[in-house]
């Protein structure tokens, strides 16, 4: 979960650069790294260490490829709750973490929803087993409506850097 208020980091074009190049590819050497940005080893491995550090780098993931692993189907998931508690929240979002089917969940505002999921199941057959007997048992789900992708268009994890100054 988020902390309520995030420190913000300044950061250098020399950070931007290596942030930059981890996200396109989390897997380089320290050493590939360090050429690609134009610092030597021992101050690029200062840098990333220190990225870890303010929390800015807060893991590196490997991105796998759903449909050859037979997880063709992805649904968007609105959920519409009963009450606006924080313990009504809190129940729900510790309910949904422990479901491998959900890569994503986002508190909303804007739709009849309260929250937004994104699920990954191999077809409807699993998804319709997931949503009736997980999602709708979850305490306080009032509402429940899914979208179905039919096509990834953009699929991205980088952050835009390019803005910061």
């Known amino acids: 979960m988020l902390k309520k208020f995030e420190t913000l980091i300044a950061l250098d074009k020399t950070d931007r650069k290596i942030l930059d190049h981890l996200q ?20 690029c491995l ?19 490829n759903h449909k050859k692993l037979g ?3 992805t649904a968007i998931i609105l959920i519409g709750m009963d009450r606006h508690t ?10 949904v973490s422990a479901y491998p089917e959900v890569l994503e969940c986002y508190l909303i505002t804007g739709h009849d929803a309260d929250y937004m999921l994104k ?5 409807m057959d699993h998804y319709h087993h997931f949503l009736l007997n ?8 009032s509402g429940v409506h899914s979208s179905f992708v039919l096509r990834r268009v953009l699929d991205n994890t ?6 910061l100054s």
């Open 86 to 95: 924080p313990e009504r929240f809190a129940a729900f979002e510790e309910a």
């Open 119 to 123: 699920v990954v199941v191999p077809d």
């Open 158 to 163: 980088a952050l835009p850097l390019g803005y």
């Open 71 to 73: 997880l063709a189907l």
């Open 24 to 43: 396109k590819d989390g897997s380089l050497t320290n050493q590939q790294l360090a050429d690609k940005v134009g610092l030597s080893p021992s101050p």
């Open 46 to 64: 200062r840098r990333v260490r220190a990225l870890e550090q303010n929390g800015v780098i807060v893991r590196t993931a490997t991105i796998l």
């Open 134 to 141: 997980q999602i709708t048992r979850i305490a306080g789900v």
